[in-house]
T-cell receptor, first 114, second 113 residues
Framework: ELKVEQNPLFLSMQEGKNYTIYCNYS?????LYWYRQDPGKSLESLFV?????AVKQEGRLMASLDTKARLSTLHITAAVHDLSATYFC??????????????FGKGTHLIIQP | NAGVTQTPKFQVLKTGQSMTLQCAQD?????MYWYRQDPGMGLRLIYY???????DKGEVPNGYNVSRLNKREFSLRLESAAPSQTSVYFC????????????FGPGTRLTVL
C-alpha cells in the first residue's frame, strides 16, 4: 500500500523566514506533485517532478525530488503572507499508472505571520 | 475555457437519500477522477476513469457509483447516503502525457444528516 507522509502538518512562521516541508513516500513512483489549497477553495497545481534530482522553482517556492530516498521537499524562501495556504504532495497511486489517480499526503497547513 | 466544473456547489441530504454529483471538463482530457476530502485526511480517490468507456475503483469506492457519460462528463452517485459520506468532493481531469497533471474542479460540499 502506497503511503505518503508530510511533515510538519502544521507550521506557523514569520514573514522573511525560510522553511522546508518534507514529503516521504513508501514505494517507487514515476511522478511527484505539489499542490496548493486556499481555505474553501480547490487545489492548484504548483510543480510536477519527474526524475531523480529534479528541481523546480516558482517565485519563493522551490521543490526537489530524491527518488532514491523517496523524499521530496518544498522550500519556502523569505516567506510572505500570501503564501499562507495548505500544501499537499501527491504521487501516482500505481507504479507506472499515470492515469490511475493520486495518493495524497495529509497536507501542511502553513500560516505566515507578519 | 471553464476547465473543470462541478454541480452542485453545496448539498444537504438526509440519511438514505440518493443524489448524483455532476462533473464536466472542456479541456479534452482523457482521464477523470473523483476524490473526497475530509478534515486532516488529505484527498482520497473514490473512482477514476482512465479513458471514455472505462471506470475503476480507487481507495474508498464503497457506497458510490460512477458513470463516464462521454469524454467530457463523469458523474458520481450516492445511492443511499450515510453521515460518513459528509465530505467535500472534488472532480479532476488530466491529459495523457509525461506529466499527467490533474486539474481540479471547485468542489461540492455535501452534508448528510
Amino acid at each position: 500500500e502506497l503511503k505518503v507522509e508530510q511533515n510538519p502538518l502544521f507550521l506557523s512562521m514569520q514573514e522573511g523566514k525560510n522553511y522546508t516541508i518534507y514529503c516521504n513516500y513508501s514505494t517507487t513512483s514515476d511522478r511527484l506533485y505539489w499542490y496548493r489549497q486556499d481555505p474553501g477553495k480547490s487545489l492548484e497545481s504548483l510543480f510536477v517532478l519527474l526524475s531523480n534530482g529534479a528541481v523546480k522553482q516558482e517565485g519563493r517556492l522551490m521543490a526537489s525530488l530524491d527518488t532514491k530516498a523517496r523524499l521530496s521537499t518544498l522550500h519556502i524562501t523569505a516567506a510572505v503572507h500570501d503564501l499562507s495556504a495548505t500544501y499537499f504532495c501527491a504521487v501516482d497511486m500505481y507504479s507506472g499508472g499515470g492515469a490511475d489517480g493520486l495518493t495524497f499526503g495529509k497536507g501542511t497547513h502553513l500560516i505566515i505571520q507578519p | 475555457n471553464a476547465g473543470v466544473t462541478q454541480t452542485p456547489k453545496f448539498q444537504v441530504l438526509k440519511t438514505g437519500q440518493s443524489m448524483t454529483l455532476q462533473c464536466a471538463q472542456d479541456m479534452n482530457h482523457n482521464s477523470m477522477y473523483w476524490y473526497r476530502q475530509d478534515p486532516g485526511m488529505g484527498l482520497r480517490l473514490i473512482y477514476y476513469s482512465a479513458s471514455e468507456g472505462t471506470t475503476d475503483k480507487g481507495e474508498v469506492p464503497n457506497g458510490y457509483n460512477v458513470s463516464r457519460l462521454n469524454k467530457r462528463e463523469f458523474s458520481l452517485r450516492l445511492e443511499s447516503a450515510a453521515p460518513s459520506q459528509t465530505s467535500v468532493y472534488f472532480c479532476a481531469s488530466s491529459v495523457s502525457g509525461i506529466t499527467h497533471t490533474q486539474y481540479f474542479g471547485p468542489g461540492t460540499r455535501l452534508t448528510v444528516l
